[in-house]
């Protein structure tokens, strides 16, 4: 069981905005540490997608959005495209743990 | 353009080991902390160890301490995991990535293609 708490899949139409959560506690969200996201398509690498909550880095486009409030953060992607289908994972640090911790994954289907 | 090339992953049997090693290039390599996550198959990421980097300021997860020893050699701006006792359940593709630090913590800006590591007999 993951440290942080992701939906396991969410779904959307082409051209919908879809959230996913990522709920933590008060030795890592909670505590004041950053949330980042990371992207992975089938069969590849994870690739950094948002860092420090809601930060994109240089070539992520701006449909990617990110927020933090209180233990938890949540992942925004708008305006849906087929390409966008992909394991999303957030990531934090946990000061109990002394260590990285991820989210369990979440499985976006394009419909 | 910043890569990371993992390799020596393989099968192994339960109780061996084995040796990881990540080759970096094009960013600078001694001023940047790594870590090792690993994905098992169907399964998420699990952060498995990082460093810092001058090599000190190593940290392991439960799972793996006292069995696996994080490493680097900045000469050759690489990377290594030293597994030992290695279990079933170690069985994984391995992640090297680079670490970057911010006010808040730390997150993985760059990933290896990853290599796959399978303890069974």
């Known amino acids: 069981q993951s440290v942080l708490t992701q939906p396991p899949s969410v779904s959307g139409a082409p051209g919908q905005r879809v959230t996913i959560s990522c709920t933590g506690s008060?030795?890592?969200?909670?505590?004041?540490?950053?949330v980042h996201w990371y992207q992975q398509l089938p069969g590849t690498a994870p690739k950094l997608l948002i860092y420090g909550n809601n930060n994109r880095p240089s070539g992520v486009p701006d449909r990617f959005s990110g927020s933090k409030s209180g233990t938890s953060a949540s992942l925004a992607i708008s305006g849906l495209q087929a390409e966008d289908e992909a394991d999303y994972y957030c990531q934090s640090y946990d000061s109990s743990l002394s260590g990285w911790v991820f989210g369990g994954g979440t499985k976006l289907t394009v419909l | 353009e910043v890569q990371l090339v993992e390799s020596g992953g393989g099968l192994v049997q339960p109780g061996g080991s084995l040796r990881l090693s990540c080759a970096a290039s094009g960013f600078t390599f001694n001023n940047y902390a790594m870590s090792w996550v690993r994905q098992a198959p169907g399964k998420g990421l699990e952060w498995v160890s990082g460093?810092?980097?001058?090599?000190?300021?190593?940290n392991y997860a439960d799972s793996v301490k006292g069995r696996f020893t994080i490493s680097r050699d900045n000469s050759k701006n690489t990377l290594y995991l030293q597994m030992n006792s290695l279990r079933a359940e170690d069985t994984a593709v391995y992640y090297c990535?680079?670490?970057?630090?911010?006010?808040?913590?730390?997150?993985?800006?760059?990933w290896g293609q990853g290599t796959l590591v399978t303890v069974s007999s």
């Open positions: 990535a680079k670490r970057t630090y911010t006010s808040g913590g730390s997150y993985f800006d760059y």
């Open positions: 460093i810092g980097g001058s090599g000190g300021n190593t």
């Open positions: 008060s030795s890592n969200i909670g505590a004041g540490y950053d």
